[in-house]
């Protein structure tokens, strides 16, 4: 039966196994450049044990057919507030890929901070949103801890307002992209999803970075689906199609305003890519995002290794749909051990678990 860390761990999961393959919108090029992915329609022997944990997880590689880095810029306001940093020398260059310095298992930049945040959250026995600006700050400028070329908008804007003098606390914009939700699952497994004040506290954390209701609303919306999914501490043992009957009930009562079962219903004869990339975006903006995910989450509840398979195929921005598809799908299921043993991730944050 899945534990109110379950969808944490599934998010990181299913990020690192979209990595790779992040912001690929040509779907015949993700298949030519990565195979193993393209023909991972039958998974089950996927999920089996390697000594390195799952082949699910690749390393990137150069170039990244479908990279439009060389399209980003941004200027530093000082050296004092240089997010980039070694990185920048990529920016401007065709053909980059947007995490080429992570290994396999390895987590994406905002995935790195939701663990940093639990691993905090955990600590303290509380959250202080003060507090966590400070950690947040202080790591974003630390050289060396983390090696992703592609550093998020919000993080950029963040860090101008910073410069310009205003608090921390107002630095946030309002940023309509899904990778807001990154640290929702994060938040529910430090704080447990009976937390009285939990949604209060997604709130305010969401809020520190993005201030679009489009995307608070979102964060809201998952936590309310993942508080209703998640068994109750009193409750007894469920099969695994309660788990899943859980999941889905759950992602249509508190989903509604994004999907239905009416939409599902239509969207049945539709493939995963048809779907995603076609008959809704594969972006990142959270109007198609969002219900992209929560889509892929309910179809695939039950089979988490089809689902998260599903979710990095469909290529764009995979990662941050991992948020919403890897937690669900890990409420729904259990997270197959050999996906758990090869991220990297996976040590420090279940050692807080014991």
Not at 55 to 68: D, K, M, Q, T
Not at 123 to 132: A, M, Q, S, T
Request: aromatic share 8%.
């Amino acid at each position: 039966m899945p534990t109110d860390q379950a969808p944490f761990l599934g998010s990181l999961v299913a990020d690192a196994v979209a990595m790779p393959v992040h912001w690929y919108y040509d779907q015949v090029a993700l298949d030519r450049d990565y195979p193993q992915l393209a023909e991972a329609t039958s998974v089950p022997q996927l999920a089996e044990a390697t000594s390195a944990g799952s082949p699910l997880y690749l390393a990137p590689r150069n170039p990244h057919s479908g990279s439009i880095l060389w399209r980003s810029q941004w200027t530093p306001p000082s050296p004092q507030f240089d997010i980039l940093r070694e990185q920048a020398a990529f920016w401007g260059q065709h053909g980059v890929h947007y995490h080429q310095f992570l290994a396999a298992g390895e987590n994406t930049l905002n995935y790195r901070l939701a663990t940093e945040l639990f691993e905090m959250v955990r600590r303290d026995r509380g959250y202080d949103p003060e507090k966590w600006l400070d950690r947040y700050i202080t790591l974003m400028l630390e050289p060396g801890w983390h090696h992703d070329t592609y550093v998020e908008e919000y993080h950029r804007h963040f860090f101008t307002n910073l410069a310009a003098g205003r608090k921390p606390i107002n630095c946030g914009v309002r940023d309509v992209h899904i990778g807001g939700l990154a640290p929702v699952p994060a938040l529910v497994a430090a704080l447990g999803s009976r937390h009285p004040d939990l949604r209060e506290i997604v709130r305010i954390h969401v809020g520190l970075t993005h201030k679009d209701p489009d995307v608070l609303a979102a964060a809201d919306t998952l936590v309310k689906i993942l508080v209703a999914a998640l068994p109750r501490p009193d409750m007894e043992a469920r099969s695994a199609a309660e788990d899943v009957r859980a999941t889905r009930d759950a992602i249509l009562e508190h989903g509604r305003d994004s999907i239905s079962a009416a939409k599902l219903t239509a969207w049945e004869r539709l493939s995963d890519r048809q779907l995603v990339g076609g008959t809704l975006s594969s972006a990142c903006y959270i109007d198609d995002a969002f219900p992209a995910a929560l889509a892929l989450a309910w179809r695939h509840a039950g089979d988490f290794t089809a689902g998260v398979v599903a979710n990095a195929r469909c290529g764009g921005d995979n990662c941050h749909r991992a948020a919403v598809v890897g937690s669900l799908l890990a409420a729904s299921a259990p997270i197959p051990q050999p996906l758990v043993k090869g991220l990297a991730a996976a040590a420090s944050v279940t050692a807080l678990l014991t």
